[in-house]
């Protein structure tokens, strides 16, 4: 099976700029988590989404959100970009169902706010 | 709210020497999950071992074994063997089924040669 893929891996944007980043699951899996990751904070839950609907939210403003579409791929969207918004995002996915719990991450999207 | 501490930023191991992570977590759930995941240079977080509560037996894959303490709450991460590729960021995690993941702040691990 193939791995959960994030394009882009890159990114570069200017301060009070929008971004899309988008997360594909592995096959068969319906739920997908969002991570922030900065060296000062560490690893951060974003939200979850799971058959299209959010499950969970972390402790984020408005200005980042998601959406889950038919086929469990995911987008997530941070509006008017901030310095410290510089960092690495993470996808991951699980099946979310039966007792099989564990989380497959992508690769990341490392984005640098300028 | 649940937490993950672990309390060793850094640590050293020589190479083909047995090294152990630490890892304690706070929670009243009776059915959850703990993970080692390992972040190498490359940023890809990569799931070491899964420990399920309700399995008294510690998980073991190849190198890397758990010691699996419920009562006490305590998660380490034993890696036999250690080989340069071992080099990483350890990450404990936590997580409850129905709610989100939850890490620690994540262990660097250096391999000397």
């Known amino acids: 099976k193939a791995g959960v893929t994030q394009t882009p891996r890159y990114l570069i944007k200017t301060r009070g700029q929008q971004v899309t980043l988008s997360c594909s699951p592995i096959s068969g899996h319906r739920s997908v988590s969002w991570y922030q990751q900065t060296p000062g904070q560490g690893l951060q839950f974003l939200f979850e989404y799971f058959s299209e609907t959010q499950r969970n939210k972390g402790n984020f403003p408005g200005r980042f959100s998601g959406r889950q579409f038919s086929n469990s791929r995911s987008e997530m969207n941070v509006s008017t970009l901030e310095l410290g918004d510089s960092a690495l995002y993470l996808c991951a996915s699980s099946p979310r169902e039966g007792r099989v719990k564990t989380q497959y991450f992508g690769p990341g999207t490392r984005l640098l706010v300028l | ?113």
Not at chain 2, 16 to 24: D, F, I
Not at chain 2, 38 to 53: D, F, H, N, T, Y
Not at chain 2, 73 to 96: E, N, P
């Open chain 2, 1 to 113: 709210a649940q937490t993950v501490t672990q309390s060793q930023p850094e640590m050293s191991v020589q190479e083909a020497e047995t090294v152990t992570l630490s890892c304690t977590y706070d929670t009243s759930e009776s059915d959850y999950y703990l993970f080692w995941y390992k972040q190498p240079p490359s940023r890809q977080m990569i799931l070491v071992i899964r420990q399920e509560a309700y399995k008294q037996q510690n998980a073991t894959e190849n190198r890397f074994s758990v010691n699996f303490q419920k009562a006490a709450k305590s998660f380490s991460l034993k890696i036999s063997d250690s080989q340069l590729g071992d080099a990483a960021m350890y990450f404990c995690a936590y997580f409850r089924g129905d709610d989100k993941i939850i890490f620690g702040k994540g262990t660097r691990l250096h391999i000397l040669p």
